[in-house]
């Protein structure tokens, strides 16, 4: 029997970056308002693993060395997969406006 070749159906992968998870949320929902108002179909937003970077720090380079404080950055992920895009949703999502300390990636996959 022949394999059954699936069709890739193309999507616009939007990935995003925030210090804040309430803001990653907020941004997600403008984005999925702003896709499903124009009549598009959404898969997501998926939640990826929290990135947690950590630095100790010395208090005092020479007499106190074995006290140390450490600081953690997290950052938030999220993933939203837009399925069929058409130059409208394009539009409208490069002219959006998303709040500050936000880092959105847009990539056309498939």
């Known amino acids: ?3 059954e070749e699936k069709k890739q159906v193309p999507k616009l992968r939007i990935k995003i970056k925030a210090y804040d998870w309430r803001v990653a949320d907020n ?7 702003t896709v499903k ?3 598009g179909r959404i898969s997501g937003p998926v939640p990826l ?17 074995d006290s140390r404080e450490q600081f953690e950055i997290r950052i938030h992920k999220r993933l939203i997969d837009v399925l069929e ?3 409208k949703i394009i539009e409208a999502l490069q002219a959006l406006t998303l709040p500050s300390g936000v880092d959105v990636e847009i990539k056309m996959v498939g």
């Open 1 to 3: 029997m022949e394999k």
């Open 27 to 33: 941004c997600c929902r403008q984005i999925i308002e």
């Open 37 to 39: 108002t124009y009549g």
């Open 49 to 65: 693993p929290t990135e947690i970077r950590r630095y100790t720090v010395l208090r005092s380079p020479f007499v106190h060395k």
């Open 85 to 87: 895009p058409d130059p």
